[in-house]
């Protein structure tokens, strides 16, 4: 049954013939009433609001479209359906160009009246409860399964599917659900710390094994074999962008290209000095700071990242594919702006065109210190909604357009993702252990409590350039960040609540691939 309220006008100049209809829509529960004229039907609007319109063109007096202007200045969100016997394309389009919700061409059946009226009054609440009762079934099954024993491939499906229920709840406005969606997640990031732990040695000292793609695959296994076939790819990553950010672009970008989404594991720490270099260079920290230390240094910022194009043409050396790149970073909405006026050749005819846009990691960077910021992107649910308005008018959907336009394939992926912290962990170091909130390198690090970070002794297990005797790894894991004793307070009042990276969680680690091919 509709909700309480929901209710129907319909207008048209042969009501008579249409009492079975209306009779049909009342006994399913709709409040119906009727008007012959357009000037009836204004009236009405104006005594009293309703949910839909059943309107017909062609009525004596005022056309049925003409008089939609005045019925929705009484009703801003009325949902309009056109129900009459016009089959002209131009009464089709006109009507389709007042945003209507739907068009009937008579005769229709009661059934067909009311499918049409149930989509649009009743579609989103059937579908609300479609997904909560669905979820409720799935949960008690998530509830009883332990990730403890999953691979690398089962830590995918079940990020991916946590990842979905998450959006499907809010999108549902099904947030009590979602809260108990939630719930799980202190558990999945524990037994994901517990995981990475045991296998990403074994990942790095085995590379020829059962595992993951990593950073170091994506230009090898996902650039190449579209250059191999094209003559130009687009080459795009986004910083910072997690899965389920991806995840509400995709909508927007499917109208212009199909597309084809894998998944792989950024290397660690998951922080942009190492993982992006190791996405554009195919090599490892460790193996970067050896063979070109002019680029890499001892430093532990973003200048790290000043050779992300000559650690890519390398890389094509190596791989034998000599090719023509050119490449854009863009950090600022000057730099944004420079590159929306050249657009016409901001995408090669052949070769790679290679972009990096740093704004997502900038807002999660930045919300930390905008007091504006923080309160617009107050949750993950919030950060997704800014970054897709974001988007939608930023030079990367500009990019993505002109690429569809030049019918040139596009490869789009993210060096890794965040986490939203509340969880202060409180380490203990020496004076030369590194400032990261969620990594740090130095002697003696240890945590206060353990569960709340992984300690790796050796920099060669996770193929980190060497620091000295005594150096250690301290990686971030759940929701924390690192706090020293002598400055909780400082820490805890300005990080908690902040989106990081450099740790060890599915957040942080599991990122999308996707291959963009434009659509005719």
């Not at 056109?82 to 739907?102: P, R, W, Y």
């Not at 002019?294 to 390398?314: I, S, V, Y």
């Not at 919030?382 to 569809?404: C, D, G, I, N, P």
């Amino acid at each position: 049954m509709p909700q309480q309220g929901k209710s129907v006008l319909w207008v048209d100049d042969e009501a008579e013939l249409l009492e079975p209809h209306r009779i049909f829509l009342r006994d399913k529960g709709f409040d119906v009433e009727s008007a012959t004229n357009a000037d009836d039907a204004a009236e009405l609007a104006r005594r009293r609001p309703f949910d839909l319109i059943l309107l017909d063109e062609q009525m004596p007096g005022t056309r049925g479209l003409d008089a939609l202007k005045e019925l929705r200045e009484s009703s801003p969100n009325l949902q309009v359906v056109m129900v009459t016997k016009s089959e002209e394309d131009t009464t089709l389009n006109e009507a389709l160009g007042k945003n209507i919700g739907g068009y009937l061409v008579k005769p229709v059946t009661p059934r067909q009246v009311y499918a049409m009226v149930a989509r649009l009054l009743e579609g989103p609440r059937m579908h609300q409860q479609a997904v909560a009762r669905a979820f409720v079934d799935r949960f008690r099954a998530m509830q009883l399964e332990s990730p403890r024993e999953l691979d690398w491939r089962g830590w995918i499906d079940r990020y991916l599917e946590v990842v979905q229920w998450d959006l499907d709840l809010s999108a549902a406005n099904e947030m009590g659900l979602h809260e108990s969606l939630r719930s799980l997640f202190p558990e999945l990031r524990r037994e994901f710390a517990a995981f990475i732990a045991r296998t990403y040695p074994a990942w790095l000292a085995h590379l020829e094994g059962d595992r993951p793609p990593l950073s170091i695959d994506i230009v090898g296994e996902f650039l190449m074999p579209v250059l191999e076939k094209e003559k130009a790819v687009a080459f795009i990553v986004v910083d910072c962008l997690r899965l389920d950010q991806w995840r509400v672009l995709e909508p927007v970008i499917a109208p212009l290209f199909e597309i084809e989404t894998t998944h792989y594991f950024g290397v660690l720490p998951t922080a942009t000095p190492y993982a992006r270099n190791a996405l554009f260079s195919g090599l490892f920290p460790n193996e970067i700071a050896a063979r070109f230390p002019d680029w890499w240094g001892e430093r532990e910022d973003e200048t790290l990242n000043a050779h992300e194009k000559d650690l890519l043409e390398a890389q094509l050396g190596e791989l034998g594919k000599r090719v023509p790149v050119k490449y854009d970073k863009i950090s600022s909405s000057h730099e944004a702006d420079e590159l929306d006026r050249r657009l016409a050749n901001a995408i090669s005819p052949e070769g790679i065109s290679a972009f990096v846009f740093n704004f997502v990691d900038l807002l999660t960077h930045g919300r930390s210190e905008s007091a504006i910021l923080y309160e617009v992107a107050r949750d993950e649910l919030a950060l997704r909604q800014l970054t897709l308005q974001w988007f939608k008018r930023s030079a990367l959907f500009s990019v993505l357009q002109e690429a569809r336009r030049k019918n040139v394939k596009v490869l789009i992926t993210s060096d890794h993702g965040s986490i939203h912290c509340h969880t202060p962990a409180t380490v203990f170091a020496k004076r030369d252990a590194t400032q990261n909130l969620r990594y740090k390198f130095g002697e003696d690090l240890r945590a206060e409590n353990p569960e709340y970070a992984l300690l790796f002794k050796n920099e060669d297990a996770l193929r980190l350039p060497r620091r000295g005797l005594g150096a250690n790894t301290l990686l971030a894991t759940g929701d924390t960040f690192f706090v020293y004793p002598t400055k909780l307070r400082e820490y805890q009042s300005r990080y908690r609540g902040s989106f990081l990276h450099g740790g060890v969680t599915p957040e942080e680690c599991i990122l999308p691939v996707s291959l963009l091919t434009p659509r005719r």
